[in-house]
């Protein structure tokens, strides 16, 4: 059974550009989760998606937004990017939701100059 | 909403012995507390959960205790061994069938086993 994958695993964008980050989950998996890591704040949640629908959201601001599709594969865009959004971006999958058994990607680095 | 604390932050020891890692949580109602390995470069893997209704679970060299009424939980590996040097993240949330709870990580604590 393939794992969660997350494209692309690296990536370098300017400020004020705008990224979309993409993750296909477990086959069977029904929700996606997003998180943010960096040495400084640890892994901090972004938002999950349940059958195509938003169900949480973490305390980002509003540039920060996702999507899911009929697959269950899911997006997430940064607009306007700024230095400080410059982090590891994880996504978890599971197959009830956010808090059971999540199963991570192996993340995007995004770099922001 | 909840609020997980983990410490120590950086944790050595030697070879053979033992690790401990300590995490308190502070919404009552969680019942789902997992926890992570990530290894440098590499993402988060789950390594053993336990569950509210369940005061230890062990799985080989791995165990891991929950103390409901104080609201903490810890991570014990035995016989460490240089493999299990890693950034270890213990983690709280409600766990619901078909649930909508986020998971809410601990800040990480960074193991060195010591060859």
């Known amino acids: 059974k393939a794992g969660v994958t997350q494209t692309p695993r690296y990536l370098i964008k300017t400020r004020g550009q705008q990224v979309t980050l993409s993750c296909s989950p477990i086959?069977?998996?029904?929700?996606v989760s997003w998180y943010q890591q960096t040495p400084g704040q640890g892994l901090q949640f972004l938002f999950e998606?349940?059958?195509?629908?938003?169900?949480n959201k973490g305390n980002f601001p509003g540039r920060f937004s996702g999507r899911q599709f009929s697959n269950s594969r899911s997006e997430m865009n940064v607009s306007t990017l700024e230095l400080g959004d410059s982090a590891l971006y994880l996504c978890?999958?599971?197959?009830?939701?956010?808090?059971?058994?999540?199963?991570f990607g192996q993340g995007t680095r995004l770099t922001v100059v | 909403g909840e609020n997980v604390e983990q410490h120590p932050s950086t944790l050595s020891v030697q070879e053979g012995d033992s690790a401990v890692i300590k995490c308190t949580y502070s919404d009552s109602a969680s019942n789902y507390f997992p926890w992570y390995k990530q290894e440098l470069g590499k993402r988060p893997q789950l390594i053993i959960d336990i569950r509210s209704n369940v005061g230890e679970k062990k799985d080989q060299r791995i165990a891991v205790t929950l103390n409901k009424t104080a609201k903490h939980f810890s991570l014990h590996i035995t016989e460490t061994q240089p493999e299990d040097s890693a950034v270890y993240f213990c983690a709280a949330s409600i766990l619901r069938h078909f649930g909508n709870e986020k998971l809410t990580f601990g800040t990480g604590t960074r193991l060195t086993i010591i060859p």
């Open positions: 086959s069977g998996h029904r929700s």
């Open positions: 978890a999958s599971s197959w009830t939701g956010a808090a059971g058994e999540a199963f």
């Open positions: 998606y349940f059958s195509e629908t938003q169900r």
